[in-house]
């Protein structure tokens, strides 16, 4: 079945990237409505538009932006995959994949027909497809670096076209660098020793030809044009005609927009006490938040946990000195005109006037170069950059450090050093906690009394809980590693030094610093996993991203085929992967890796060999482009909605059923995070955030607590930032594009007005429909209208549907009054999508970011291709990332969703660190998924508890 999958996508897929011609962004020729026929009759009208979809020839990747694949299919291919629900909703802007069989949940599964598995394959296999194409189309159009690449990423070197480039003169570390001499000087650079052999503290010679790349400090990239970043600045006469001057810095009021849009609506606000609940924890207090029945709040701040180890704007907490600046409350569009808000209006939405924070630091805003190729001519850069004041490689950086400073708070066990000191608290069982940052330790005076971690900002709960579970998590492989020593000394180790590559390192000869090194790989590694297959396919609760992101990690082929994956991976490591051809090196590329697998990609090469460069680094794939992160991401991990504001806080010792008290995670900001972690324990922690639900992405649905957060670091009026408002200020100071070039920029339809917001799949009297109206009004007054100028073109990165170029009217009358849905704010946009596939916690717009992004930080990193091996892992450590654990791979009872599956890895790490949850975590599939669901038949996403737990509260709710 797999293979079969397999042949299907590569098939499809290879034969249109070995054509060319255009997309099938063609006009819609579809009526909305088709009569519903019975389902043998629609069984063959669906079979028979298969017929017609291959007749009409695969899709083929174009050369131009603007006709790229948009996430829309043609009529035949939509009835063949999803019958008349997919071809029913084709006009709206949204994807078309996500209505096709098998996509959501058993509803998404026909019923009369011969079979279910047909249609389900049909339609699953599509949806992989039209992924890949996006995936083929966002690393063709939408790699931007800013560090000084970009012109040789269009316009090659040499002989080579530019994606196929594979190091770069700015990648080259500069004379200063204490490693300048070790990897070459000024020949040729090429690290090797020591330097190679595990993740450097500052994240340098990952990529062993090009040392400075992903290192702490490089500039973010993009993952837009250069030319409509920063359109507040007017550059163009396309972000001009776009906007028409309405944005600026504060223009729509950013605190505005968070009191009107982003504020949690309370039932019984005196309960929730602005996010502080009730004296003593009562457990009867309540903060209403729009609840995700399928994500629980582990993963809210596992994925807080992930940004601390990927990106920085800040340096140490803080932003760039020099003074402070206002962030709004001050006007509001009434009538389409900006007026300034009267001091009772100020107070009836609850903002701040006096409120004032500092500025984003800025690397470099001197003008960018231009130059010219094709005859047309491109800037060089972004008119301003930024630095990721943290490595960019997914390495653990967040516990075990980016620079001197951050490495200085990582504390090591003095009895052995290959462990991280853990301190014991009286009366809590286990290995211990991590130790405090005492007010000697290097770090800012509000951390404080906190856990002594590499990045100690923004510290609450969930931080602490997911700090000392990988701590504890990094000693369990230690002490498994001396365990097997002790039992087998001399038995080869399987690490090698590369400067010494014949010596067999023996267990007892691994040192504790080589041994702290590789647990540091191991514990990244499953970490990655962790995100990969199991924090992901949660996020993303359907049957084609369960397929997808296993693709990524352990390929379309799984374990079950060993031998055409390595045939696989043997043909794209020295094949496709020392191309010189743009469209091998990264089409191809692409689609090949879905069979083998990202992971490991290069590891599994005949005759590996450690001393040459080609082996080590062979199995990584940059596109063209070095790796960083792009501004653009950091935006769609903006999810400060996903928080709670009250824990519902459990006591395993007691009836997990219970909620026995509710937390104000503001009183578990900074150093009290410390201390409720200490008094209360891991076990307590993981059990309650495990069980409650996480916040939606969705607007009104922002913790009271953050809009109203106290930074003590502020030397201002009122020392109180609102976060949700201050997430709209970053963006536009960072020059991130507008939520509808957003999208056109990565490849998805442009909305036309705000209405496209509401989900045309709701019954129209449904309530969810109303409300989604309602908000539509509220968008409409924030952000107004105008009197659009069908003479103005607003973009070069889509066309209307008829080839003609897209226009201030977005396709309403000449003259006529339409939406500034240009303006919308990319947060504001993303929350306000309501069209999303089934069991999706964000929104197809964040979802298209990570497809690139997401699959690129695998692409990018040798740890995570070609040098996943025991010579850099140990022979241990490849056996733990691929088991999850010690010994031979665990199986899951049953299968969930039909896949025979390993137990998560996650879920392994929990009960191997934190035995006490082991009982609570026998029947739970994913981590993930609020730990007392019954998850139910095929993708399930109801609210109901399982047999032991039809107490619990949570589920009255
Ligand atoms: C208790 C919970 C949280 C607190 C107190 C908090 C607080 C903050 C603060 C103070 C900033 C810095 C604003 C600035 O000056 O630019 C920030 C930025 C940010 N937060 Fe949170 N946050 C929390 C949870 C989360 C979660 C769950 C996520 C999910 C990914 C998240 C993602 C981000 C991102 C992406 C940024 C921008 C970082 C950058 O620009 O480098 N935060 N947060």
Excluded at 621 to 643: C, K
Aim: hydrophobic fraction near 35%; aromatic fraction near 10%.
């Amino acid at each position: 079945m797999k293979t079969l999958l397999l042949i299907l996508l590569l098939g499809t897929l290879l034969s249109s990237l070995s054509s060319t011609g255009q997309t099938s962004n063609q006009p819609s020729s579809a009526s909305s409505r088709v009569q519903q026929l019975s389902p043998k009759k629609e069984e063959a009208a669906e079979l028979q538009a298969c017929a017609q979809m291959v007749l009409g020839g695969f899709l083929q990747v174009p050369n131009v932006r603007d006709q790229r694949f948009e996430g829309k299919v043609t009529e035949p291919t939509a009835r063949c995959r999803g019958g008349q629900y997919a071809v029913q909703f084709r006009t709206t802007p949204w994807v078309d994949w996500s209505r096709y069989w098998g996509a959501g949940d058993s509803s998404s599964l026909p019923t009369g027909f011969l079979s279910v598995k047909g249609p389900q394959l049909r339609g699953v296999a599509g949806a992989l497809l039209d992924l890949e194409y996006q995936r083929i189309g966002l690393i063709k159009f939408n790699l931007f670096d800013n560090s000084g690449t970009y012109q040789t990423f269009i316009s090659g070197s040499a002989d080579v076209s530019g994606p196929a480039v594979k190091t770069w003169p700015e990648m080259r570390l500069p004379k200063g660098n204490p490693y300048y001499l070790a990897v070459g000087g000024d020949g040729e650079q090429v690290c090797k020793g020591d330097l190679i052999r595990t993740r450097t503290l500052t994240g340098i010679c990952n990529d062993i030809r090009n040392p400075l790349m992903g290192s702490t400090g490089m500039p973010f990239a993009r993952n837009v044009e250069f030319e409509t970043t920063f359109p507040d600045l007017g550059q163009t006469t396309l972000t001009q005609n776009r906007h028409g001057g309405r944005i600026g810095l504060l223009t729509p009021d950013p605190q505005v927009i968070s009191r009107k849009l982003f504020t949690r609506l309370q039932s019984n606000p005196a309960s929730c006490n602005a996010g502080f609940g009730l004296p003593n924890n009562s457990p009867d207090a309540n903060c209403d938040y729009q609840k995700a029945p399928f994500f629980n709040v582990l993963a809210a701040y596992w994925i807080q946990f992930m940004t601390h180890d990927w990106f920085s704007h800040m340096d140490e907490g803080h932003n760039a000195p020099g003074g402070y600046m206002e962030v709004g409350c001050k006007s509001e569009l009434v009538n389409n005109v900006q007026t300034p808000l009267s001091p009772e209006e100020v107070q009836k939405l609850g903002c701040r006037p006096a409120d004032q924070v500092d500025k984003t630091y800025v690397l470099n805003d001197s003008p960018p170069g231009q130059f010219t190729a094709g005859g047309r001519t491109y800037l060089s850069r972004a008119p301003k950059t930024f630095a990721n004041n943290n490595t960019a490689w997914w390495d653990g950086s967040q516990i075990y450090g980016y620079d001197e400073i951050s490495l200085k708070r990582v504390k090591r066990d003095p009895k052995d050093p290959a462990k991280m000191l853990l301190e014991p608290v009286p009366g809590m069982p286990g290995p211990g906690y991590l130790p405090i940052l005492l007010p000697n330790a290097p770090v800012q005076p509000q951390w404080i009394g906190q856990e002594s971690v590499a990045f100690p900002d923004n510290w609450s709960i969930g931080l602490s809980f997911l700090h000392n579970l990988f701590a504890r998590e990094h000693n369990s492989f230690v002490d498994e590693f001396r365990k097997q020593t002790a039992q087998n000394p001399n038995a080869d180790s399987g690490v090698r030094n590369p400067s010494d590559p014949k010596h067999v390192i023996r267990n007892k000869d691994v040192t504790a610093d080589e041994l702290f090194d590789v647990a540091r790989l191991v514990v990244a590694a499953e970490i990655a996993k962790i995100h990969t297959t199991e924090w992901t396919p949660q996020l993303l609760y359907n049957e084609p991203l369960y397929k997808g992101m296993n693709a990524n990690w352990n390929g379309l082929l799984g374990p079950d085929d060993p031998d055409v994956s390595k045939a696989l991976s043997d043909v794209m490591v020295h094949g496709l992967g020392t191309s010189k051809s743009a469209k091998k090196e990264t089409q191809w590329y692409s689609v090949f890796a879905s069979g083998p697998g990202i992971f490991g990609l290069g590891s599994t090469v005949s005759h590996y060999d450690i001393t040459n460069p080609n082996d080590i680094n062979g199995g990584i794939n940059l596109f063209g482009s070095p790796f960083n992160f792009p501004e653009e991401f950091v935006t769609v991990y903006r999810l400060h909605p996903l928080v709670p504001d009250l824990i519902e806080y459990r006591d395993i010792s007691k009836d997990p059923n219970r909620v026995v008290e509710k937390v104000a995670v503001i009183e578990t900001f900074e150093g009290k995070a410390t201390e409720a972690m200490r008094s209360r324990g891991l076990a307590n922690w993981g059990l309650s955030m495990g069980r409650q639900r996480l916040g939606l992405l969705t607007l009104h649905n922002d913790p009271q607590f953050l809009q109203n957060i106290r930074l003590p670091r502020l030397d201002t009026p009122t020392q109180q930032i609102d976060i949700a408002a201050l997430d709209l200020i970053r963006d536009r100071e960072h020059g991130v594009p507008r939520f509808n070039e957003f999208r056109r920029q990565y490849g998805l339809r442009q909305l036309t007005s705000y209405d496209d917001f509401v989900d045309q799949t709701l019954p129209a009297d449904s309530r969810a429909r109303k409300q989604q109206m309602e908000t539509v009004t509220q968008i409409r007054e924030i952000y107004g209208t105008h009197v659009c100028d069908s003479s103005k073109i607003i973009t070069d990165a889509q066309r209307n549907p008829d080839g003609t170029p897209i226009n201030d009217c977005l396709g309403h009358p000449n003259g006529s009054v339409v939406d500034n849905i240009e303006d919308v704010d990319t947060v504001v946009g993303w929350l306000a999508e309501n069209t999303r596939p089934h069991g999706f916690a964000i929104s197809e717009t964040q979802f298209v970011v990570f497809i690139l992004n997401a699959s690129r930080r695998l692409f990018s990193d040798r740890f995570f291709t070609s040098s996943f091996r025991p010579e850099f892992y140990t022979e241990l450590g490849v056996e733990w990332v691929t088991h999850n654990g010690p010994g031979p791979q665990m199986m899951e009872v049953g299968e969930p969703n039909g896949h025979r599956q390993p137990v998560s890895p996650l879920k392994r790490v929990l009960m191997r660190n934190i035995p006490e949850l082991t009982p609570e975590l026998q029947r739970v599939v994913n981590a993930f998924d609020p730990w007392a669901r019954d998850r139910g038949q095929y993708y399930s996403l109801e609210w109901k508890p399982r047999p032991d737990a039809a107490s619990d509260p949570a589920f009255k709710q």
